[in-house]
């Protein structure tokens, strides 16, 4: 059964710490500088979990953190983003330009969302 209190907290709290704890160069560089995708992801899913704690409790913070920033390396990394583009039909030099960042973001941010709606559900 789906955590209704905690995926709804989860939701606003990684959403505002994925956008504004994270740095302009990270932002910039996290697809091609390890460091800055792993530093980016370390900081979100720390944060986001001891945010969380405080408002709801958590039955495993240690799995949460794991998931979270895992998925995050995943997700930020672009790759299975822009591997869906494709699937969508768009042209490789579609995925690549800059015209359809928009989609990059919006696919990038439905995929964080569906992680939190499995954690709710599994944690």
Request: glycine share 4%; charged share 20%; hydrophobic share 55%.
């Amino acid at each position: 059964m789906i955590n209704l209190e905690l995926l709804v907290i989860a939701l606003v709290i990684c959403k505002a710490v994925d956008w504004i704890i994270q740095t302009k160069y990270q932002s910039i560089n996290k697809t091609k500088d390890r460091v800055a995708l792993l530093t980016h992801a370390a900081t979100y899913g720390i944060l986001s979990t001891i945010l969380i704690s405080f408002f709801t409790p958590v039955a495993s913070p240690l799995i949460l953190i794991s998931l979270l920033i895992t998925t995050h390396i995943i997700i930020d990394d672009r790759k299975i983003v822009k591997l869906l583009m494709r699937f969508k039909g768009m042209t490789p030099e579609e995925v690549i330009d800059k015209r359809y960042l928009g989609i990059q973001i919006g696919i990038d941010q439905r995929l964080h969302e569906v992680v939190l709606v499995v954690i709710a559900t599994i944690i």
